[in-house]
DNA sequence: TTGACAAGTGACCGATCGTTCACTATAATA
DNA sequence: TATTATAGTGAACGATCGGTCACTTGTCAA
């Protein structure tokens, strides 16, 4: 019932933050809408910036969990369409999950004040998208479904222009089917780019 | 003399609100890094918040100014040359320039809290580059430098990634020159793709 | 010279911040 | 049944927040 109420905390914290940020979010809203009063909060956390502490913390390890370990990795597609799919697969998912979109927003708004915030920002926004595609697109080369080229710079150029729409359904919500279709496009339009076909 | 000072306040508040944010910047530390007393900043604003809205006033004038009128943008490049030495120096210029590093980054402090600071956002970072550059690859198209396409759609693939090694050196300025190189690569290579070459 | 006005000051306001602490209720343990 | 640990409470703490106000200073026009 400890651990329960803790994880209550992180995720209201995770929720408050990622609209006022850290500084914008103070401990009676936080303990109040979990219908606490601001002293319980205490029995679980130090202090408010243990909270943050622990939520990068949770962050960390999830990154890690999901996109760091190999085997987690999506497999290489067999043809370019499965690297479409594949793709809005993964931008529903991201665009959808309200956790992972709360996550983004915290990110990038505390990424100037606080060196973790940073370097998870630099993995989730840019670095991480990249490296998780330079062996796609290394091993579509080999399967002859794109012609030869730098994997990284094709997974750079791939996934830069994607992770800006994504950021774009952070920030209007409203426009997120619009986004995705622009995804969609974006990506057909890429791999046409680099197909490796023959025909006109 | 009012003015100017009504200005440095601006200033300021610029550069607080671009390190901690909004509701992490105190009137206090504003007027005392500019030798004042608090009260004193009363006599130019009427509250902190007029001096947050004030900003905003300045950056929409700022960017209408700049990117906004027709007689400002670049002229098109009569070579795929030109079009990176064009970007390289607008990458150069943004990167470089302090004021509009400490823009950006309160816009992405603060775009989801406050809508026209989402609405900038949005112009900053994406769609003020995707516009910007639209008729400069209609027009290269036109001069027989890239095959035909969709303009929109190349300057949108184009500017993202870009836009991305941007937002990296605001993050982690002790890694500018290597994301100034890296975008310069990504021109080259974008550019080599597009070509309306017909050498191999 | 005087009067008006803008700019800056320092003391002070109420509200809110994060935090502490003595206390109670509860539930498991011995 | 008595004991102990845990979770939650409510009052209170000092510090700090944004903001006000009576006051002084300097400048310039009448």
Chains 1, 2 share one sequence.
């Not at 962050?59 to 990795?73: D, I, K, P, Q």
């Not at 222009?161 to 619009?178: F, K, Q």
Request: some cysteine; proline content about 4%; charged content about 30%.
């Amino acid at each position: 019932m400890a651990k329960d109420t803790k994880e209550r905390i992180l995720d209201t914290a995770l929720e408050l933050f990622s609209k006022n940020g850290y500084s914008g979010t103070n401990i009676r809203e936080l303990t109040a809408s979990l219908g606490m009063v601001k002293s319980s909060m205490y029995k679980h956390f130090e202090s408010k910036e243990e909270i943050w502490n622990t939520l990068l913390d949770r962050m960390t390890a999830y990154y890690a969990e999901r996109f760091g370990s190999a085997e987690n990795l999506p497999p290489v597609p067999d043809s370019a369409e499965e690297l479409v799919s594949m793709t809005m697969r993964m931008v529903d998912f991201t665009v959808l999950d309200e956790r992972i979109v709360m996550t983004r927003k915290v990110l990038a708004i505390e990424q100037f004040r606080d060196g973790r915030a940073k370097e998870l920002a630099t993995k989730h926004f840019l670095s991480g998208l990249t490296e998780m595609f330079t062996p796609i697109f290394a091993g579509m080369m080999e399967k002859g479904i794109f012609k030869r080229d730098d994997p990284r710079m094709l997974a750079f150029a791939y996934t830069s222009p994607i992770s800006a729409l994504i950021h774009l359904c952070d920030r209007e919500p409203e426009t997120t089917e619009e986004a995705i279709r622009q995804a969609e496009a974006f990506s057909r339009h890429f791999i046409k780019i680099y197909e490796a076909k023959n025909d006109g």
